[in-house]
């Protein structure tokens, strides 16, 4: 009897889950969307798994992990201890957060899926570098990331180093990190992998940006005496360069540049929380947002519930100076959340974070600054030195990421 259905899209997310459908020879379709998978599956993520019985599962890490328990409960892809199993978890929810935020930041505006932006794409391939750097040091000693032998840390990991070897790094890149490269290779040889990258090619070069052709104004044909002198030509004028939408609103009176060096430097309770509210915050130019990821029952590690953070932040670059914000994790181990606050440039809050990809996973509110509990929700997203209030429960705080 059939398993269900593996829906996938043309992403790198979902090599891995076909590879291991492919591998293990289970029996469960792969297929593209249909009317089923909308119904089902309105977020529209992918990878998605639909059982026989009516069982749903996304995300890749889930899905994968689900697939290999299916194949076989015991299977030494899992690590044989807890501490294995769990360093497994570390690598894999590290690869699929921090390390593919980079990843995509690095490369996506330079082959066109996102707008072109030379901030975002040198911050995220120095972030890659730093990345691939500490995966390099882990295989200078070790063959694999996590014990004697391959495990799903490095199957994983490997899918999330597609984009990097197929376009982000060219021969150079590579001789950087020739113990990356090294394994990398070996990794997607193995019988797990070798049908997902089968025809794998490394590029010599880094794939690079070409800027868009401008196209010239056809020049009209008019009587000599009208034609205009050709210094004021227009055809080869500039195309002009996007602007953020919230650039219409002007300089703001209160520079948000002086507030963030306030709370980079200075004791958060007794100087910065009251420094934002006397020279910071202004209501005409600023409005305050509350905003809680909507899937707190998918949530498993706290520890990868805040790379799930900081990943929404990582992706968020493209609005640094219409945006600060705060973002913790609250709870335990099964049994967390995440909650924060912005400070958001202007009265709406979705020109500013609808340039990461994932900002509709949060639900959003807007903060009274008169209100009691609504300024002191802001000072401990701030401090972080309180619990915070879930359904009348106070939680503790057990991390936390600061987007500015």
Known sequence: MSLGTLYTADVTRTLLPVALVKHFGLDIKISKADATYEK????????AFLGADGFKLTETIAVSIYLIKKADPKSPLLGSTDEEFASILKWASFANSDFMASVTDSFAGIVGKVPYNKKIIDTGKANLNKYCQLVESRLYDF???????ITFADLLFAQSFYRVFGKV???TERASYPNVTKWFKTIIATDYLSSAFEGFEFPEKAVEYVPPKKEKKQAEKKPAAEKKPAAETTEDAPTPKAKHPLEAL??????IDEWKRVYSNEDTREKAVPWFWENMYNPEEWSLWKFDYMYNDELTLTFMSNNLAGGFFSRLLGST????????????NNNNGITGF??????DYVPAVNVAPDWESYEFKKLDASSAADKSFINNMLAWDEPVEINGEKKEIVDGKVFK
């Open 40 to 47: 089902n599956f309105p977020l529209k993520k992918y990878p």
């Open 143 to 149: 063959t694999y990331l996590v014990g004697d032998r």
């Open 342 to 347: 912005f400070l958001v440039r202007g009265q």
């Open 321 to 332: 100076k219409y945006l600060f914000g705060t973002a913790v994790v609250y709870g335990e």
């Open 169 to 171: 790094f060219g021969k």
């Open 250 to 255: 002007g300089k703001s009176k209160t520079p």
